[in-house]
Nanobody, 124 residues
Framework: QVQLVESGGGSVQAGGSLRLSCAAS????????MGWFRQAPGKKREGVAL????????KYADSVKDRFTISQDNAKMALYLQMDNLQPEDTAVYYC?????????????????WGRGTQVTVSS
C-alpha cells in the first residue's frame, strides 16, 4: 500500500558528493517517520539516518554524522539524503524506508515499507 523508489546513486571519487532521493506513493502518510539504511557487500543492513517530522527529530549513525543530511519535502512526498565527503566505506546499496508510527528509532524493526535500493560506490 506504500511504495518507495530510490534514485540518485552512482559512482564518485572519495571526497565527492551525491544526493539520494526517495519518492513515495500509494497510501503514504506525511506523518510517517522516514529513514535511510545501507547494506555493504557481505554485511548486514544498518541504519544511516532518520527523520520524524511530527516530533522534529533527526538521527544519524556516528559514521555519517556531519557528512550526511536527511530532509524531506512532504508536498512532493519525497525524502532526500545529501551525502558529502563520501568515503570508500560508504559504498553500499542505500535503502529508503517508512515507519507507520510517528516516532521511531533508527532500527529495521521500526520500519514497515522499503524501497529496492540504489547503489552508491565510492573509490579512493
Amino acid at each position: 500500500q506504500v511504495q518507495l523508489v530510490e534514485s540518485g546513486g552512482g559512482s564518485v571519487q572519495a571526497g565527492g558528493s551525491l544526493r539520494l532521493s526517495c519518492a513515495a506513493s500509494g497510501n503514504y502518510d506525511s506523518r510517517y517517520c522516514m529513514g535511510w539504511f545501507r547494506q555493504a557487500p557481505g554485511k548486514k543492513r544498518e541504519g544511516v539516518a532518520l527523520i520524524c517530522s511530527t516530533v522534529g527529530s533527526t538521527k544519524y549513525a556516528d559514521s555519517v554524522k556531519d557528512r550526511f543530511t536527511i530532509s524531506q519535502d512532504n508536498a512532493k512526498m519525497a525524502l532526500y539524503l545529501q551525502m558529502d565527503n563520501l568515503q570508500p566505506e560508504d559504498t553500499a546499496v542505500y535503502y529508503c524506508a517508512a515507519s507507520e508510527v510517528h516516532w521511531a528509532l533508527l532500527a529495521e524493526s521500526h520500519f514497515d515499507y522499503w524501497g529496492r535500493g540504489t547503489q552508491v560506490t565510492v573509490s579512493s
